[in-house]
């Protein structure tokens, strides 16, 4: 599983290069696979990646990201999983 993930991440960080965002301008898409690539930060994939890693941070610290998420955020803080 860890090897199907690493190489779907290596074909985004190839997509992605240099680039701030996927399709030049943020856009919705870049809220919603920072939001799915965030989920990887506690396994260190992410940074295996760089650049996938500092595309995570752009998009956690843009304050769309902050107003979009802050109820789910909200929801997980009060309610934390079960491990």
Known sequence: MEHRVRTRLGQLSTRLGDADWLEGAFSAADLMLASVLLRLKPSGMLNEFPNLA??????????????????????????????
């Open 54 to 83: 500092a595309y995570v941070a752009r998009g956690e610290a843009r304050p769309a990201y902050g107003r979009a998420f802050a109820p789910q955020l909200a929801i997980n803080a009060a309610n934390p999983p079960n491990r």
